[in-house]
């Protein structure tokens, strides 16, 4: 299918120009240039992974450092999405939307909020037995200015992976819409690397990711495998919940977790070769009991 088109791309000189999460307005005004060029190129050059969503993922494996990315164009205003992922509470209702993703909470620092997540199984688990993150939240720009840009950095991940990250910008495009860009990233050493390993031999052996590597004879095609599919699947996790809790803004607060948990399973199911690992009735089950705790349980202290 043609690549989904919205405009020209702007010139390689725009590529290049600062991109940065923090600036004075006239940076930022920049940044979303520069976002709306990348987003022009990954409409011309990255995989679409529906084809009647402009939705665009890629992903690079440099090194011991992975990398997945989304560019997409979601039909919420602007101005709607600022406060709703500029807020550090929000994210823990969207993180936790992940099924790896067993707790989140937000607390304010001396100079950075902070966001405890504990990472672990796709089923069931005591916060004991699961892998903590502290997240250094920070989000700038927002309604008026032209851009959103939100981090979340911890130096240390789960199984030795360090350097975790989740980014996202965004920046109006047309009226009631918004072009998004997560960027999902990660580097591992020995350790990760052999726990990865070790799961991709194991019960990860016939997952794939999204990237297409080949054909085979009958022209079906080859996607990739190992890390760099299991990065895909979690990075286009986090966009799905970014999409579930942007849909469910409007409906009253009572509603919101229930609209939200069945959304994103719909999203997920939607991509089952890559996505499915459990039935929705036991996601659901599981992510409320997961939703509670998260609401009313302290983070054990590291």
């Not at 999204?210 to 495998?225: E, H, Y």
């Amino acid at each position: 299918m043609t690549p989904f088109k919205l405009f020209d791309p702007a010139s390689w000189a725009k590529l290049l120009l600062p991109c940065l999460l923090f600036g004075s307005a006239w940076g930022d005004n920049l940044a979303a240039d520069a976002l709306r060029s990348r987003f022009a190129m990954a409409s011309q050059q990255a995989l679409r992974i529906v084809d009647d969503q402009p939705v665009f993922l890629q992903s690079t494996e440099v090194s011991d450092r992975l990398q997945g990315e989304v560019y997409a164009l979601l039909d919420h205003r602007f101005d709607d999405i600022s406060p709703a992922l500029g807020l550090a509470a929000h994210w823990c209702d969207i993180l936790i939307l992940h099924l790896n993703v067993k707790y989140c909470r937000a607390s304010p620092g001396v100079s950075l909020e902070t966001l405890d997540a504990g990472i672990g199984r796709k089923f069931d688990q005591p916060l004991s037995d699961v892998y903590w993150l502290r997240f250094a939240y920070r989000a700038t720009g927002g309604a008026g200015e032209g851009l959103l840009a939100v981090s979340l950095q911890s130096p240390v991940g789960p199984l030795g992976t360090r350097d975790y990250r989740i980014e996202v910008q965004a920046t109006p495009f047309a009226a009631g819409q918004t072009i998004l860009h997560l960027r999902y990233s990660y580097t591992y050493g020995m350790a990760a690397k052999l726990a990865m390993q070790a799961y991709l031999a194991t019960v990860g052996s016939e997952k794939v990711g999204f990237s297409i590597i080949g054909q085979l004879s009958d022209g079906q095609p080859i996607r990739v495998r190992g890390v760099r599919g299991m990065l895909e699947r979690n990075t286009l996790r986090y966009y799905l919940a970014i999409q579930a809790f942007l849909g469910a803004q409007h409906l009253p607060e009572t509603k919101q977790l229930q609209a939200r948990l069945q959304d994103w399973f719909t999203a997920t199911e939607r991509y089952a070769q890559q996505l499915h690992e459990i039935d929705r009735q036991p996601y659901v089950e599981m992510k409320l009991r997961e939703a509670q705790r998260q609401r009313t349980q302290a983070a054990p202290k590291p």
